[in-house]
């Protein structure tokens, strides 16, 4: 299995609501992470997951949540969300930078997210 | 923190014909490069990435060279398609770091 799997592929949500990402990856990779893609833009980071534990927050709202449960899941907790939220939100893994190598990403097809 | 260059912002060329991209870095730690493909309404897709060790890297169509002392890393793909039309990232992270920082993306539009 070489994919990222994310559910659900659509999401339209109203801003009192909450709902959840979900990313799943079987490659045996112990990073994982959630980035944010507005059109014609590049990914940007918001957390970063390593060895399960939460390594990076790029000083994201509170209104999004992450979770790890185990090293093959990754959630994205979502709650009061704005408008201006809408995105195509991608979950991506990869074995965790390892002495002088690092590795490159494998992205899952992202839930593209619309807040009403 | 690491600053990712890219141009040109989009990209026409003639299929056949070649297209290069280039990206400049900052921080002179970064060792791994990788660039990524994301097509229409599709996920980002790594084609192709060089460490720092190495100076140029091919497979097939496409090349990445990289310029240490410059700081700067180019995509060449050679002999164009129709589905080579996409956006392409450039990206920069170095030895043990987990961030990717990307380029602002390049659109090519390879014309039959």
């Known amino acids: 299995d070489t994919e990222v799997t994310q559910t659900p592929k659509h999401l339209v949500m109203g801003m009192t609501n909450k709902k959840s990402l979900k990313c799943e990856q079987h490659m045996g990779h112990r990073a994982m992470y959630w980035y944010k893609q507005k059109a014609k833009k590049p990914p940007e980071l918001m957390f970063v997951y390593s060895y399960e534990k939460l390594s990076i927050n790029e000083s994201v709202p509170s209104r999004f949540s992450p979770e790890c449960p185990n090293s093959s899941l990754l959630n994205l907790h979502l709650h009061a969300l704005q408008p201006e939220d809408s995105a195509l939100y991608l979950c991506?893994?990869?074995?965790?930078?390892?002495?002088?190598?690092?590795?490159?990403?494998?992205f899952g097809s992202g839930t593209r997210l619309t807040v009403v | 923190g690491e600053n990712v260059e890219q141009h040109p912002s989009t990209l026409s060329v003639q299929e056949g014909d070649s297209a290069v991209i280039k990206c400049t870095y900052s921080d002179s730690a970064s060792n791994y490069f990788p660039w990524y493909k994301q097509e229409l309404g599709k996920r980002p897709q790594l084609i192709i990435d060089i460490r720092s060790n190495v100076g140029e890297k091919k497979d097939q169509r496409i090349a990445v060279t990289l310029n240490k002392t410059a700081k700067h890393f180019s995509l060449h793909i050679t002999e164009t398609q129709p589905e080579d039309s996409a956006v392409y990232f450039c990206?920069?992270?170095?030895?043990?770091?987990?961030?990717?920082?990307f380029g602002s993306g390049t659109k090519l539009n390879v014309k039959p």
């Open positions: 990206a920069a992270t170095k030895y043990n770091f987990n961030k990717f920082y």
């Open positions: 991506a893994s990869s074995h965790p930078g390892q002495g002088e190598f690092n590795y490159g990403y494998t």
